[in-house]
């Protein structure tokens, strides 16, 4: 397989420009559903995956309308 260095980018940078983190950018390409592969232990994304990437709105942990904490009796 012949790859074009010009088309590919770092998970870390791929994850700066989709605005999440690159654990979870690396993730998802070791996983296969994003474009990527990895030389070296080095793990490179598709540039126009990473720029095309958008983030689904409701995605991550809701938030608590009340403090986590102890119960009063």
């Known amino acids: 397989m012949k790859i ?16 999440v983190s690159r654990f979870w950018m690396r993730q998802q390409v070791q996983a296969g559903k994003l474009p990527g592969v990895c030389i070296d232990g080095i793990w490179f994304v598709l540039r126009t995956a990473a720029e095309g990437f958008e983030r689904h709105p409701t995605a991550g942990r809701p938030r608590v ?7 009063k009796p």
Do not use: E, N
């Not at 870390?12 to 989709?18: E, K, L, Q, T, V």
């Open 65 to 71: 309308s009340k403090p986590a904490g102890r119960k």
């Open 4 to 19: 074009d260095p010009s088309q590919y980018i770092t998970c870390g940078h791929a994850a700066d420009i989709a605005c």
